[in-house]
């Protein structure tokens, strides 16, 4: 059997597709203004403030989780799919590759396993780089935690996707601009907090003092809201909590790009 890169290099663009895909889900709720953008004034004359908030919120699509799966699944199989082709191009039957795989570890003990299983199926060479990629080895480098290694981050994805949908991916809001107009004079511009927030039934979006007001029954008020939502990942545990879901599934795929086409050139392209 020849040793090719080519399912390996179908599975990234499988994860490409799917990363699109998961892009245009969100984008598709981002402009159903009718469904999450109506707005509920509440009112509170003894407090002199009107409180704007976001009304009924749609619940998130769980179709999320699972396209943000796939791309985490299609690039965690084309790192081990590309070491059993590494073992192939050893010399080795396509048999062996029952215990092939691409080990990623954060400390140096735990690459110990890969000695037992992976490092008699390659060549010392190939072996060798695979070591040289571990996060325990790339963080020292960049001066980061070997945690934040997307490498880390992939394996740690694709291992909560084994066993629970992979993320609980919440739809968060920041208000960006908010005014009002009071009885057709000057436009005022409110002070709004631009930290992002779940978004939820009655959520809070910004509070317009009054207290300088003198509103009366046919006082007329026109209020302008902007909002900017966005997709975040939580309780992963594996340092892309709080990050915009394709924002950190993006430099995964390139990681992974790059460290196929590094093996693409250094011993399949001879």
């Known amino acids: 059997m020849v040793a090719t890169l080519i399912g390996v290099k179908r599975k990234i663009d499988r994860a490409k597709d799917h990363l699109v895909e998961l892009k245009f889900a969100i984008d598709k709720w981002g402009r159903s203004k009718e469904d999450d953008y109506r707005f509920v004034i ?9 409180i704007l908030r976001h009304g009924k919120i749609m619940p998130d699509d769980i179709e999320w989780s699972i396209i943000a799966g796939d791309v985490v699944h299609n690039l965690r199989s084309a790192l081990d799919h590309m070491v ?69 981050i992939l394996s740690q994805l694709d291992i909560i996707d084994k066993h629970r949908i992979l993320v609980v991916i919440g739809k968060h809001f920041r208000a960006t601009d908010v005014s009002y107009r009071f009885n057709g004079g000057a436009t005022v511009k409110v002070p709004v907090d631009g930290a992002w927030r779940p978004l939820k039934d009655g959520a809070e979006v910004a509070r317009i003092d009054m207290s300088h007001l003198s509103p009366t029954a046919e006082s007329k008020m026109h209020i302008q809201c902007g909002t900017e ?42």
Do not use: M
């Open 42 to 50: 509440d009112h509170q004359p003894k407090g002199k403030v009107i």
């Open 229 to 270: 939502v966005q997709v975040f990942i939580k309780e992963t545990g594996c340092g892309v909590d709080g990050i915009e879901v394709t924002a950190a599934l993006e430099p995964c795929v390139r990681h992974v790009e790059q460290i196929v086409e590094f093996f693409n050139t250094e011993f399949f392209a001879r």
């Open 84 to 152: 059993c082709q590494l073992s192939i191009l050893n010399s080795n039957d396509i048999t062996c590759c029952t215990d092939t795989y691409f080990p990623i570890c954060i400390c140096k003990s735990d690459f110990r396993k890969a000695h037992r299983f992976v490092e008699p199926l390659l060549s010392p060479v190939a072996f060798a780089a695979i070591e040289a990629l571990q996060p325990y080895n790339t963080a020292k480098l960049q001066n980061l935690e070997p945690s934040a290694s997307n490498l880390w």
